[in-house]
């Protein structure tokens, strides 16, 4: 069974620091690319960025460009999001996902962890 | 960047209904394209993929189709675990990816 923990989320003052991190389990996780998905409270999904399985490839959106970066241990099945210069807009939820087809870096996402929560305050 | 609109924002309709969602790529994405339906709370759930292709394990009550530019998801007849927020996402361009802003699916 595929599964998808995400951590690290919390607290965090305007202009901090914060790294999550997805544990991955029931798959061959160095074959498919991982995504960062994330949901501001009563809003929409917005794509962060994702990350190539063996090759590393990486892709942000503009809204995180030069702030963030996505980083994979396949050693541990564990997939990373580095989010430095935060602000309040960047409080979500914030979601790993899987996509779907094996040696593919872009996709449908099938499947996702339960998020973790950023909350970006003073 | 390619925008994703999709319509209507809200939807109300009945159990046993024939539902239609669309969404519009501001230029041509081919069949990049995948929906998903998410419940308050919980993670999103792809539906369909590659425009067309139903995701393993989702009811064939779900289906989609186009490609280009508009995209059409078709739920043949809503079904009380349907009512939920759906949103399509391309992924044409491997630099960037786009989610269309959501519908919800209420209750009339």
């Known amino acids: 069974e595929v599964q998808l923990l995400e951590s690290g989320g919390g607290l965090v003052q305007p202009g901090g620091s914060l790294r999550l991190s997805c544990a991955a389990s029931?798959?061959?996780?160095?074959?498919?690319?991982m995504s960062w998905v994330r949901q501001a409270p009563g809003k929409g999904l917005d794509w962060v960025s994702t990350?190539?399985?063996?090759?590393?490839?990486?892709y942000y959106a503009d809204s995180v460009k030069g702030r963030v970066t996505i980083s994979r241990d396949n050693s541990k099945n564990t997939l990373y999001l580095q989010m430095n210069r935060l602000t309040a807009e960047d409080t979500a939820v914030y979601y790993c996902?899987?996509?779907?087809?094996?040696?593919?870096?872009?996709?449908?996402?099938?499947?996702w962890g339960q998020g973790t929560l950023v909350t970006v305050s003073s | 960047d390619i925008q994703m609109t999709q319509s209507p924002s809200t939807l109300s309709a009945s159990v046993g209904d024939r539902v239609t969602i669309t969404c519009r790529a501001s230029?041509?994405?081919?069949?990049?394209l995948a929906w998903y339906q998410q419940r308050p709370g919980k993670a999103p759930k792809l539906l369909i993929y590659e425009a067309s292709s139903l995701e393993s394990g989702v009811p064939s009550r779900f289906s989609g189709s186009g490609s280009g530019t508009e995209f059409t998801l078709t739920i043949s007849s809503l079904q009380p675990d349907d009512f939920a927020t759906y949103y399509c996402?391309?992924?044409?361009?491997?630099?960037?990816?786009?989610f269309g802003q959501g519908t919800k699916v209420e209750i009339k």
């Open positions: 230029q041509s994405i081919s069949n990049w």
């Open positions: 029931g798959f061959t996780f160095n074959s498919y690319a």
């Open positions: 996902a899987k996509v779907i087809r094996v040696a593919e870096t872009r996709g449908g996402l099938d499947y």
């Open positions: 990350i190539s399985g063996i090759v590393d490839t990486r």
């Open positions: 996402q391309q992924y044409n361009s491997y630099l960037t990816w786009t």
